[in-house]
């Protein structure tokens, strides 16, 4: 993504996260070109008021040089529609208004053919970062040794998040394990719950709730 003053909407960036797609920002269009060669994203953003080379001129390049889908971010600068429309003609795959919020470039990028694994894909919620790739969960930015069913549970909770996820479906979830009990699940569960807090801001809520009745969720 090219920085621009109407590029994105706020929550976008952490709401894109959530959905699998981080966003790698660069200032103007000549350091984008060199980072784009570096850094192989799976599409790129340029809005029509880019600094630093025309638009046109950058989609050419980008085209000639790597295979990375380009989406014009369409603003509201005197001759945008014009320069938007060239940049479809120079090669860039679609046109979308700026600023753009999470469901639009999502939409984006389904269109161009590419899926999130969510098997694979890092998540974060509220103080909570889980990277399934490195098997590696942090809260608040420190890091903390949990078991493989905590860290699968933990990865389900915040599949499910906001929604209140019951012992049973948790289970169900851990059901690779011999002894996957709904008291086992809930021994897990404590276990977790008391490392969550242990890292956690003192005397705030517990970010793994019980919900009396009901089953778990995670604040955030």
Known sequence: MIDSATVITSDAPEALFSRGIDLMPYSEGTGALIGLLKDEPALVVAPTDMAEIDLVRFVTAVVT?????????????????????????????????????????????????????SSTVSMRIG?????PQ??????????????????????YLMRNHPRVVTVEELTQAANIYEDSTDAATRVHLTRLRKKLDGVSIAGGPSVLENVRGLGYRLRG
Do not use: C, K, Y
């Not at 930015?141 to 933990?154: A, H, K, Q, S």
């Open 134 to 155: 490195a098997h590696r969960l942090t809260v608040d930015g420190n890091d903390v040794n949990v078991t493989p069913r905590e860290f699968e549970l933990l990865r």
């Open 65 to 117: 040089w790597t295979e990375i889908p380009v989406v014009v971010g369409l603003g509201s600068e005197p001759g945008a529609g014009e320069r938007a429309f060239q940049a479809l003609e120079a090669g860039a795959r679609s046109i979308l208004a700026l600023p753009f919020n999470a469901d639009q470039i999502s939409m984006a990028v389904r269109q161009m053919g590419f899926t999130a694994d």
């Open 127 to 131: 103080p909570l970062t889980l990277d």
